[in-house]
Nanobody, 115 residues
Framework: VQLQASGGGLVQPGGSLRLSCAAF????????MVWYRQPPGKQRELVAS???????NYADSVRGRFTISRDSAKNTVWLQMSSLKPEDTAVYYC??????????WGQGTLVTVSS
């Protein structure tokens, strides 16, 4: 499995941005897709996840502001981010899990929230 993330950029506080993660290869082996982020100088943290049956999970810090979704063919996952805050600034990574192991990481896409 290979993952290609895109959609990062500079956005003002309160703005919105949508990240995409396209999966290629043996996508039938993927059980869960996950977005992580790594703020500057901090550890990587889980942002949101979505299972094959559409169940979602969010970090408390983004719940109600971010929405994770996937297309019907299960080869693209999006992270819709709204009401962005400066503390959302980070490199965002998507990953694919074939439970219990991670089978792929995307290359990371930088999101900067600043006025």
């Amino acid at each position: 499995v290979q993952l290609q993330a895109s959609g990062g950029g500079l956005v003002q506080p309160g703005g919105s941005l949508r990240l995409s993660c396209a999966a290629f290869g043996s996508i039938g082996t993927i059980d869960i897709m996950v977005w992580y982020r790594q703020p500057p100088g901090k550890q990587r943290e889980l942002v949101a996840s979505i299972t094959n049956d559409g169940s979602t999970n969010y970090a408390d810090s983004v719940r109600g502001r971010f929405t994770i979704s996937r297309d019907s063919a299960k080869n693209t996952v999006w992270l819709q981010m709204s009401s962005l805050k400066p503390e959302d600034t980070a490199v965002y990574y998507c990953s694919a899990l074939s439970v219990p192991r991670v089978v792929a990481w995307g290359q990371g896409t930088l999101v900067t929230v600043s006025s």
